[in-house]
Nanobody
């Protein structure tokens, strides 16, 4: 299993960015995918997650501004994060991640340690 990220970069507050993640050889039929970020000096936090059946969950601080989505393209699974109305506090390294479905986690979706496969990370910097 490989997770390869693209996107990210620098933007002014109020701007938008899109993150992408390609999951190769990901043959699990049930799963939970997520975008997880880590700001300097802070713990990793799950900002958005999407279950294999399409159920989405968002951290309160990004709900209404970020949209997580996925699509199957031939033999690969693609994950996206559309980030709008970005704020300086969104500055962090963002990782895509994959793990077991929510039903295997007792409905949980926001614990970073539940995800066993991670992308390489990409920097998002929002300036004022």
């Amino acid at each position: 299993v490989r997770l390869v990220q693209s996107g990210g970069g620098s933007v002014q507050a109020g701007g938008s960015l899109t993150l992408s993640c390609v999951l190769s050889e990901y043959t699990y039929k049930t799963y939970l995918l997520a975008w997880i970020r880590q700001a300097p000096g802070k713990e990793r936090e799950v900002v958005a997650a999407i279950n294999f059946d399409g159920i989405t969950n968002y951290r309160d601080s990004v709900r209404g501004r970020f949209t997580i989505s996925k699509e199957n393209v031939e033999s690969t699974l693609n994950l996206y994060l559309q980030m709008n109305s970005l704020k300086t506090e969104d500055t962090a390294i963002y990782y895509c991640a994959a793990g077991p479905p929510m039903r295997a986690l007792g409905g949980r979706w926001s614990r970073p340690t539940d995800f066993g496969h991670w992308g390489q990370g990409t920097q998002v910097t929002v300036s004022s």
